[in-house]
């Protein structure tokens, strides 16, 4: 084998390691199984065990912007503008970065994120960790939103219940959207990232369904958008995680990291 094609091989053989670690593979393997893709879009959703979680340290920040986060922070903490104010037991406001170039925009908080007040801190947010260490940076570097900043509970009366989760209605994304257009305002993201359908068709004002719109970037107020799929999604149907990381593939050739 000649120099160049030497070279060519050792840069393929590194390319399949990164795609194979991505996806959860700790042993080399040299073809990927095929793992059929679900179709089905209304079956059940099975519960996710839960698992003790790692401990994510809470980063600080300070300076301009930070400053006038925390000053939307402390509204949104007391806001009652819709019923999720009155079931929820602590607001998740977002954390990270506020000079980050991506910033992450989920549904909603869940169970875990109600209980700490804290983005994406369940299993969903640790795989939304590796995600973000799969492209080179640090929970830290970014920035972690959500569409809605309250837990929204199928029972509002039973919060103490896992598994009680449900989307944010259409009402309930608006009357807290405000709060994430402040915060995308602050911020200045260079890339936004849309985690799942709610975040997705709310932001781009679609009826078009994740698998559909993902793997490519659209525009949201003049700032590139690449929709990906939720990382609960992921924890569902592992199959999908082929697609994030193309999608993250994208992400990083767009910031040039
Ligand atoms: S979800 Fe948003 S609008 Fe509704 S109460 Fe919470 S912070 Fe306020």
Redesign the pocket.
């Known amino acids: 084998m000649n120099k160049k094609n030497l070279l060519k091989t050792i840069r393929l053989a590194k390319q399949t390691l990164k795609d194979e670690k991505f996806l959860g593979y700790t042993d080399i393997i040299f073809s990927a199984p095929k793992i059929k893709k679900s179709n089905k879009t209304n079956a059940p959703e099975p519960e996710i065990p839960a698992v003790p979680l790692k401990e994510t340290p809470v980063p600080v920040f300070k300076g301009a912007k930070a400053k006038k986060l925390s000053e939307i922070e402390a509204v ?1 903490k007391t ?4 019923r ?2 009155d079931s ?1 037991i602590k ?1 998740v406001f977002g954390e990270g970065n506020p000079d980050s170039k991506i910033m992450f925009v989920g549904e909603g908080p869940g169970y875990d994120e109600d209980r700490q007040g804290r983005p994406f801190i369940g299993r969903a947010g640790q795989l939304l960790t590796k995600i973000i260490e799969s492209i080179g940076l640090k929970r830290e570097d970014v920035f972690i939103a959500n569409i ?3 837990h929204p509970m199928i029972d509002p009366k039973n919060p103490d219940l896992r598994g009680n989760d449900r989307p944010p209605s259409k009402e ?1 994304m608006a ?2 959207m405000p ?1 994430l257009l402040a915060q995308i305002d602050i911020i200045k993201p260079k890339v936004i990232v849309t985690l799942g359908n709610s975040s997705t068709s709310t932001l781009l004002e679609t009826t078009e369904t994740i698998s559909k719109i993902r793997g490519k970037f659209h525009t949201f107020h003049k700032t590139p958008l690449m929709p990906t799929y939720h990382p609960s999604a992921l924890l569902r149907n592992p199959a999908l995680k082929i697609d994030v990381w193309n999608d993250m593939k994208l992400l990083k050739k767009e910031l040039g990291l």
């Open positions: 949104v806001c009652r503008l819709c999720l104010g929820r607001a809605v900043k309250c309930e009357c807290c709060f």
